[in-house]
């Protein structure tokens, strides 16, 4: 069994034409030694997918949207569906991200309905899952993770259709991150929950680990037995540094 990891990029609501270039330059460092280690994927805001999914064809990185609506269509202002991502290039699809948690109170079984949207259609979910601060001071973190895990991914999920995130809200955006041990117990306990309902399907899932991962960082956090790769937000807006975390595995 391996589990090749995977180095994604989440731009959030950040990206012009005029950052394509930056695409390009991570692409441009996709060298054939990381490609022999590691999968590269890259979350563009919507606007930009099409273009983006154009410009790095042949490359081998893959483009992923940051959210879908459940259904596949109809009227819905302002959404997005898992069909439309499908047909501009998107690959992957994040659901359940903290910050749509949060901004537009995403229940775990909304993000399931998304999840489920994705595969539908054939896009590879990458399902967020993570506890907050008080959560965590509160000794619940490990309680939280698994009740989300519960309730947000699909019956249907596979080890080639499921990646998990574990992104602590506290540590995103902050420079926050947890300890090396505490990712562990965190990775070892979401491990041990999607084999325990998928069987060898959970052992073989990846399991990311997100929140504040920098080049300077990255091997303390993501050189680990049960993390598989990492969810990168603020550093994968530069190529410097998200080829700086992916060669960590180098
Ligand atoms: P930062 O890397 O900016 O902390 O964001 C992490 C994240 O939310 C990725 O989805």
Request: glycine share 12%; with cysteine; proline share 4%.
């Amino acid at each position: 069994m391996t589990r090749r990891p995977l180095v994604a990029g989440n731009w959030k609501m950040n990206g012009l034409a005029a950052s394509l270039p930056e695409l390009m330059a991570i692409s441009g460092g996709y060298s054939a030694a990381l490609k022999a280690k590691a999968d590269f994927l890259i979350c563009p805001p919507a606007t930009l997918i099409r273009e983006a999914s154009v410009q790095v064809a042949g490359t081998g990185v893959l483009i992923g949207g940051q959210d879908c609506h459940g259904k596949a269509s109809g009227a819905h202002t302002g959404d997005i569906s898992a069909e439309m991502l499908k047909d501009v290039g998107a690959s992957y699809v994040i659901v359940g991200h903290s910050e749509r948690r949060a901004d537009h109170g995403e229940s775990d079984a909304l993000v399931r309905a998304k999840a489920e949207a994705g595969l539908r259609v054939g896009l590879v979910i990458i399902v967020c899952v993570g506890e907050r601060k008080e959560q965590r001071e509160a000794g619940k973190a490990v309680a939280v993770v698994r009740e989300q895990l519960a309730g947000s991914i699909p019956d249907a999920a596979t080890a080639a259709t499921l990646v998990v995130a574990y992104e602590p809200v506290w540590a995103i955006g902050t420079g926050l991150t947890p300890t090396k041990a505490d990712v562990a117990d965190m990775h070892k306990a979401i491990r041990e929950t999607l084999s325990q309902r998928f069987g060898a399907e959970g052992q073989n899932t990846r399991i990311l680990y997100g929140g504040s991962v920098k080049p300077e960082n990255a091997r303390d956090l993501i050189i680990q037995p049960d993390v598989d790769g990492a969810l990168i937000g603020g550093a994968s807006l530069q190529a410097k540094d998200f080829l700086g975390i992916a060669s960590t595995y180098i």
